[in-house]
């Protein structure tokens, strides 16, 4: 293992062993013994995890192995049959899912929930916390919540001018590409200033084009500070931006530990990631083209 690797390591897990469930340092997300039953079909059956803090953090396995579930359930869009899971020290079992990003904690979904018949501006706006406008009362007085209004539109402004969608303010959000609305969707969840961001699938359906800057954006989000848990089939970009990596298979936490350790384990090749293994990032964003007549593995989901 290399220095820096052995060095990450340390910094997320001290000197335990990363097997599944190990304990981190500072974990900003602990789940404890949760269940998912659906009919005969045990969905989630998570003994113990833990997410580390300002790391980036891929979630990954098999389709059908839990992981939107988890998401889910973590984030109160799901009710989970047992279990216990609490965010920077709080309770969030029954927690309803509106009141988490208030806490600092926030996601995105794999189909995006972009408000189509809203501008990009007003969703940009819309996502704010704390909004003195929202009062019954104060709506009547724009005096009370006009100045609020405009430094939400400029720091709204900031934040599409970093994700290029600052030409699209005015238009509806139905009418953005899949990729844009994805970036719509995770500049909308940057408006509630989180600690800790959730990503459900976030390259998937995305245009090549708008991939590099993604992983950028999320790289970013490390740098200022946040958290980020992300759900991602393509092995390729977990290789190139997470910090840890944990799997799931059949609904259980099977392996976690560092990106080239994990995805170097035979058997998480073999019995979790299958076809997915040889994904490549590059023929993703278009940095590297094939050779005519060879086919790209990158799964279409
Ligand atoms: P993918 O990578 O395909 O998105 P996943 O790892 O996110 O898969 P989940 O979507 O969490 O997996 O699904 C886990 C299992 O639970 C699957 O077998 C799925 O069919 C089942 N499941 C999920 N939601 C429901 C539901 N509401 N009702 C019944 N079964 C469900």
Redesign the pocket.
Known sequence: MSKVAKATQASLVGNLNPVPGVKKVDPILIADGVT?R??G?Q??DVAHVEIPRNAIVALI????????????ILTGF?TADSGSWSYDGKALNGKAPHLLPKLGMVRTF?LTKVLGLLTVMENMKLAALKQTGERLLASFFPFLWSRQDRALELEATDILRRFKLLEKQADFAAGLSGGQRKLLEMARALMTHPKLIML??PMAGVNPALTESLLDHIKNLKQEGMTVLF?E?DVAMVREISDWVIV?AE?KIVAEGLPDQVLKDPAVIDAYLGSHQDSDLGLATGRITLPTGTKSTRSG?
């Open positions: 998912k659906y009919g079909l969905a989630i396995g098999p389709n059908g192995a839990g992981k939107t579930t988890l998401f889910n799901e794999q459900d699938e759900v089939h799931m609904g989901k």
